[in-house]
């Protein structure tokens, strides 16, 4: 059994352009789906947040709007309880990646308020990638590859195409402009090319050992893209 490390942020709310707080954490969909099917295809999943602390769920992310009526969303809220993993998790800061086949990165907003500017995770994301690690991130994930940046400044995803949640989905979320900034944008600005597809439809964009989605919608087909290099 391999072990599959899923590094979910540790924010519990997200700092908007007027310094307010805007309560979020990890979206629940994008960290069951994926951690459904690596469990059922026989792996270990251990979860790592910044300096060890439980990570926060969205709460947004278990209305029934979000997940196609009350019975979806009853579903995701048991299978969550079920992920027990979410409750013990390491330091990031100790994570040997030297021990995991795989590495998987949850979005929500949260990853824009600490993994965005997360030294460590941006560590370990640059070693991840430069060893041939199947590595997966996820809608707001991506934000986490803003801090994968070398001695020279450059940002060691650049010339990588992902999928990454887009302006036209913030827009559309509603949150946009109340934002210090936009994924999409910031992505951009750092020499990652975002594969952009049609807002709230899956996509996923694998190049060489990265595999990316786009929304919540893209976890699950994500998760199974990442399970082939696997092997």
Same mark, same amino acid.
């Given at each position: 059994?391999?072990?599959?490390l899923?590094?979910?942020?540790g ?5 908007l352009?007027?310094?307010s707080?805007?309560?979020t ?12 099917a690596?469990r ?7 979860v790592?947040t %910044?300096? =060890? $602390? #439980?990570?926060?769920v969205?709460? /947004?992310? +278990?209305?029934p709007?979000?997940n196609g @009526?009350q019975?979806?969303?009853d579903?995701?809220a048991k299978?969550?309880e079920?992920f027990t993993?979410?409750r013990?998790?390491l330091?990031?800061e100790d ?9 998987f ?6 990853p824009?308020?600490?993994?965005a500017?997360n ?10 990638l430069?060893s041939?690690? %199947?590595? =997966? $991130? #996820?809608?707001h994930?991506?934000a /986490?590859? +803003?801090a994968a940046v070398?001695a020279? @400044?450059?940002n ?10 887009t ?8 949150l946009?402009?109340?934002?210090k900034?936009l ?6 600005e750092?020499g990652?090319?975002?594969?952009a597809g049609e807002?709230?439809a899956?996509l ?11 929304n ?6 994500l998760a199974?893209?990442l399970?082939k290099? +696997?092997g």
């Amino acid at each position: 059994m391999s072990k599959i490390l899923f590094v979910v942020t540790g924010a519990d709310s997200w700092t908007l352009a007027d310094g307010s707080q805007h309560p979020t954490g990890f979206w629940a969909e994008e960290a069951v789906a994926p951690y459904e099917a690596f469990r059922a295809a026989g792996h270990e999943v251990v979860v790592a947040t %910044p300096g =060890g $602390v #439980v990570p926060t769920v969205d709460r /947004a992310s +278990l209305a029934p709007e979000v997940n196609g @009526g009350q019975e979806n969303a009853d579903r995701i809220a048991k299978a969550l309880e079920s992920f027990t993993e979410l409750r013990s998790p390491l330091r990031l800061e100790d994570v040997r990646l030297d021990d995991y086949a795989a590495v998987f990165y949850p979005g929500g907003h949260g990853p824009m308020e600490d993994l965005a500017v997360n030294a460590d995770s941006g560590r370990l994301l640059a070693r991840a990638l430069e060893s041939g690690l %199947p590595l =997966g $991130v #996820v809608c707001h994930g991506p934000a /986490a590859l +803003l801090a994968a940046v070398g001695a020279d @400044g450059r940002n060691a995803f650049a010339g990588y195409e992902v999928a990454a949640f887009t302006n036209a989905e913030e827009i559309q979320g509603g949150l946009a402009e109340r934002a210090k900034w936009l994924l999409q944008d910031r992505l951009t600005e750092a020499g990652v090319t975002v594969r952009a597809g049609e807002p709230w439809a899956p996509l996923v964009v694998t190049d060489r050992n990265l595999v990316t989605g786009q929304n919540p919608a893209s976890s699950a087909p994500l998760a199974q893209e990442l399970l082939k290099h +696997l092997g």
